[in-house]
């Protein structure tokens, strides 16, 4: 069984900083790539930002400069650190993870329950 579990969502200004967590726990022999998506109401879920095992990044031009995606491979966790967040960064955050189960066993991606991030004043 394996769980990711997200925390860090709520309410905030323009303009203001939140940071997301999540947490991989259970039968993990190794995680490959973490993500976070998002899906605003009425549009299809999208990238916002992906991180490897190895720390290459990637991002959705639409954040660039502003989040930063960073991981604790000890730990199973993704971050991610938004800043100058804006009211169309409104969304649910859903964080992703590929991983194994054993050495042998085949690639598996898993989804969080998804935290809500929304930006007004």
């Known amino acids: 069984q394996v769980q990711l579990v997200e925390s860090g969502g709520g309410l905030v200004q323009p303009g203001g900083s939140l940071r997301l967590s999540c947490a991989a726990s259970?039968?993990?022999?190794?995680?490959?790539?973490m993500a976070w998506y998002r899906q605003a109401p009425g549009k299809q879920r999208e990238l916002v930002a992906a991180?490897?095992?190895?720390?290459?990044?990637n991002y959705a031009d639409s954040v660039k400069g502003r989040f930063t995606i960073s991981r604790d491979n000890g730990k199973n966790t993704v971050y991610l650190q938004m800043s100058s967040l804006k009211a169309e960064d409104t969304a649910v955050y859903y964080c992703?993870?590929?991983?194994?189960?054993?050495?042998?066993?085949?690639?598996?991606?898993?989804w969080g329950q998804g935290t809500q991030v929304t930006v007004s004043s």
């Open positions: 992703n993870a590929d991983l194994r189960k054993s050495p042998i066993g085949r690639l598996i991606g898993y």
């Open positions: 259970g039968t993990i022999f190794t995680i490959t790539n």
């Open positions: 991180a490897t095992s190895g720390g290459a990044t």
